[in-house]
């Protein structure tokens, strides 16, 4: 049987006080499968700081170490500082360190240009007081140069510091598998962690495929456009093709998984059972 791997689960910060009740019962569901830690994302601009911090602090309270989405675009040092050392007082081990994205009417401006300029402003002000996680992108950043370009931005941020990578989902584990050949030759010797998305609702995606470069390829494109209306048909399909792309990883010997829940329990707990994890 194949070995277990370290597993982790992501969340975003819930909405509505109903949300937020939900989403303590998901978590529970899934801290049954003992992940390494849970992390929580942070909208353009830092828009949903207060909702991530809270959602940060609460899965600590659970005992499960939190990882908090940090971006820096639009910021300032100063206000990254406090931020910084108002997670370490809550007792934040890891970041995902992240460019981000600016708020939609907000123009230019902040002191970091690019998240390797985050990743080397938290070594240089917090030395080793966290783990830090970047992304990384095996299809390509949707604003890269080109894709010798999106892996050089990777080794930046590996040279300012980044202990390990966590990639945008995917549904070709051969754009994995050569991302990391790729990495490898440049040098870039730290963990790179798939990133996965169970599939759920064929629109929403779809939607957020096209609009963040995630490439659905045109066979899974075209099922799920001709289940239409059909859910159970949809997650039967969803179920099946990322149940085989996380055995193809887990056989290849992958450094772990990243779940990107959308807040839900049962398709990522399906997943986990599939892989025995």
Same mark, same amino acid.
């Given at each position: 049987?194949?070995?277990?791997?370290?597993? =982790?689960?992501?969340?975003?910060?819930?909405?509505?006080?109903?949300?937020?009740?939900?989403?303590?019962?998901?978590?529970?569901?899934?801290?049954? #499968?003992?992940?390494?830690?849970?992390?929580? %994302? $942070?909208?353009?601009?830092? =828009? %949903?700081?207060?909702?991530?911090?809270?959602?940060?602090?609460?899965?600590?309270?659970?005992?499960?170490?939190?990882?908090?989405?940090?971006?820096?675009?639009?910021?300032?040092? !100063?206000?990254?500082?406090?931020?910084?050392?108002?997670?370490?007082?809550?007792? @934040?081990?890891?970041?995902?360190?992240?460019?981000?994205?600016?708020?939609?009417? $907000?123009?230019?401006?902040?002191?970091?240009? $690019?998240? =390797?300029?985050?990743?080397?402003?938290?070594?240089?002000?917090?030395?080793?007081?966290?783990? &830090?996680?970047?992304?990384?992108?095996?299809? @390509?950043?949707?604003?890269?140069?080109?894709?010798?370009?999106?892996?050089?931005?990777?080794?930046?941020?590996?040279?300012?510091?980044?202990? /390990? !990578? &966590?990639?945008?989902?995917?549904?070709?584990?051969?754009?994995?598998?050569?991302? @990391?050949?790729?990495?490898?030759?440049?040098?870039?010797?730290?963990?790179?962690?798939?990133?996965?998305?169970?599939? *759920?609702? /064929?629109?929403?995606?779809?939607?957020?495929?096209?609009?963040?470069?995630?490439? @659905?390829? #045109?066979?899974?494109?075209?099922?799920?456009?001709? $289940?239409?209306?059909?859910?159970?048909?949809?997650? !039967?399909?969803?179920?099946?093709?990322?149940?085989?792309?996380?055995?193809?990883?887990?056989?290849?010997?992958?450094?772990?998984?990243?779940?990107? *829940?959308?807040?839900?329990?049962?398709? *990522?707990?399906?997943?986990?059972?599939?892989?025995?994890?």
């Amino acid at each position: 049987m194949a070995q277990a791997l370290p597993i =982790s689960f992501e969340f975003f910060p819930p909405k509505t006080p109903e949300g937020a009740v939900k989403l303590r019962a998901v978590r529970q569901q899934l801290y049954a #499968r003992r992940p390494e830690f849970c992390s929580v %994302t $942070y909208g353009a601009g830092g =828009s %949903t700081q207060e909702g991530t911090f809270a959602t940060v602090a609460e899965i600590l309270a659970e005992g499960v170490p939190a990882a908090a989405h940090f971006s820096c675009i639009g910021a300032t040092r !100063a206000s990254v500082r406090e931020q910084l050392r108002q997670l370490q007082g809550m007792g @934040v081990r890891r970041l995902v360190a992240l460019r981000g994205d600016l708020p939609s009417g $907000y123009g230019s401006g902040g002191e970091f240009q $690019y998240a =390797s300029d985050l990743v080397a402003f938290i070594r240089a002000e917090f030395g080793g007081a966290f783990q &830090i996680e970047v992304a990384a992108y095996p299809e @390509v950043h949707p604003q890269a140069r080109s894709p010798q370009a999106d892996l050089q931005a990777l080794l930046a941020k590996v040279r300012a510091g980044a202990d /390990s !990578a &966590i990639t945008q989902y995917f549904f070709n584990s051969d754009a994995y598998f050569r991302f @990391v050949d790729e990495a490898q030759a440049l040098g870039i010797e730290i963990p790179i962690v798939p990133g996965i998305m169970p599939i *759920t609702n /064929s629109g929403q995606l779809l939607r957020f495929s096209d609009a963040c470069g995630a490439e @659905v390829p #045109r066979w899974i494109r075209l099922r799920l456009l001709g $289940y239409g209306d059909d859910v159970a048909s949809i997650q !039967a399909f969803g179920r099946e093709v990322v149940g085989d792309l996380c055995e193809q990883l887990q056989r290849a010997g992958v450094p772990g998984l990243h779940f990107y *829940t959308m807040n839900q329990s049962a398709p *990522t707990l399906a997943l986990c059972a599939r892989l025995r994890q």
